[in-house]
């Protein structure tokens, strides 16, 4: 892989700036909602409210935005999940090193 020879630092930068972007990408949509509905509503000319919500949560459109809306969120969460793995990765390997050194002086006698 091609994130192998990269230091932990710079692992955790790439993930962390790739769940920042996917985060902002899906809070825009989702703080967006209502603004899109009141858009639709608009389009329909001057019929009441309620119907107006009605008729644009009907359409293929509105369906489209939610689902671009819920699949968001869901990269938006995978990519949370990467980043929470390559923590707990780096964890390990640190616990790791730690082992090995304690291991060393052990057997070295300078513990």
């Known amino acids: 892989m091609e994130d192998d020879n990269l230091s932990w630092a710079e692992k955790y930068r790439k993930c962390g700036e790739d769940w920042a972007d996917k985060e902002s990408a899906a809070a825009l949509l989702e703080d967006c909602k209502s603004t899109v ?11 009441p409210v309620n119907r107006a919500e009605q008729q644009v949560k009907a359409s293929p459109d509105w369906e489209e935005y939610i689902r671009s809306c819920v699949e968001a969120r869901h990269q938006a969460n995978l990519a949370k999940i990467r980043l929470e793995a390559l923590r707990i ?23």
């Open 89 to 111: 990765e780096f964890s390990t390997w640190n616990n790791n090193q730690a082992n090995e050194r304690a291991e060393f002086k052990m057997t070295m006698g300078g513990g």
């Open 37 to 47: 509905m009141a858009q639709r509503q608009t389009m329909l000319g001057d019929i």
